[in-house]
């Protein structure tokens, strides 16, 4: 039965129909699913699916946009159940996807992911220049900087942000995480970054653990 929706979920996603994959999600809520569930077996499954039709030519930008929005319509459902909580905030994350790079699925994931384990989340957005991220250090003072990176094109910028906050004075103030389908552990020491994490899942533990090494 629970299996139904979730390929009910997988299939209208597909579809790029954004109303239905918002109304099957509440429908999954209602018959009890976890959100966990939702996102990973039915969300996110259908969008790996549609990444991997993508690579094979067999659908094009199009169709991988209006697969997204439908995504982003599922995901807005979920969200407020990651968020709702009346605890004080674990510490204070500010996200954005880096200059070059327009892809924010993953990026908003952990985004809520990090808000559904009390972090406070300051999003930047898509196409985030290295200065904004310094910017927002100043004036935010964050525990965290998230980077993503979708493209092997845009992988430099953020080499590029942490030179700027080097240059500032301002890196040892932060602790900086990356993270994206062609970034590795290996890439993210190569820069400088303080942790790498394959997946939001992943995001949220290491956060926990870069939060431990910021001295009180
Ligand atoms: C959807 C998509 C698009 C959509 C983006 C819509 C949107 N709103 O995001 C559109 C159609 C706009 C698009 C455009 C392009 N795309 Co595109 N796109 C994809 C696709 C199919 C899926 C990406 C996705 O959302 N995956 C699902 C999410 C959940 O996974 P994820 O992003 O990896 O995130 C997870 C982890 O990586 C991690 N994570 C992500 N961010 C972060 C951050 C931190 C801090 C941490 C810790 C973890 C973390 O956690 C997430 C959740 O678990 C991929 C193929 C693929 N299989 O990845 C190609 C892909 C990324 N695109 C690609 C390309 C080439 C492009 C274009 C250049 C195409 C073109 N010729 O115009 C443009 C670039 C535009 C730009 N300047 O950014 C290539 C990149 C190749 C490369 N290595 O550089 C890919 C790999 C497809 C391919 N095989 O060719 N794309």
């Not at 250090?137 to 953020?158: C, E, H, R, Y």
């Not at 301002?170 to 602790?175: A, I």
């Amino acid at each position: 039965m629970s299996d139904d929706i979730l390929i009910n979920i997988q299939v209208t996603l597909a579809k790029g129909d954004r109303n239905g994959v918002a109304k099957l999600t509440k429908e999954a809520l209602d018959k009890g699913l976890s959100v966990k569930v939702i996102l990973e077996d039915g969300l996110i499954k259908s969008m790996n699916a549609i990444g991997e039709k993508f690579k094979a030519n067999e659908i094009f930008i199009p169709e991988v946009l209006i697969a997204a929005k439908a995504m982003h319509a599922g995901i807005a459902v979920l969200e407020p159940l990651f968020a709702a909580s009346g605890i004080k905030p674990t510490g204070r994350v500010v996200i954005g996807t880096v200059k070059g790079d327009l892809h924010d699925i993953g990026k908003n994931i952990v985004s809520m992911m990090l808000k559904g384990a009390c972090f406070e989340v300051v999003d930047l957005g898509i196409d985030v220049p290295p200065g904004k991220f310094l910017e927002i250090v100043q004036t935010k003072s964050p525990d965290i900087i998230a980077m993503s990176s979708l493209l092997t094109t845009s992988m430099g910028a953020m080499r590029e942000t942490i030179k700027v906050l080097k240059e500032s004075g301002l890196r040892d103030k932060v602790k900086i995480i990356v993270g994206g389908a062609p970034i590795t552990q290996g890439f993210a020491d190569s820069i400088g970054a303080d942790s790498y994490a394959k997946d939001a899942a992943t995001a949220v533990d290491k956060a926990k653990e870069l939060l431990k090494k910021i001295p009180m």
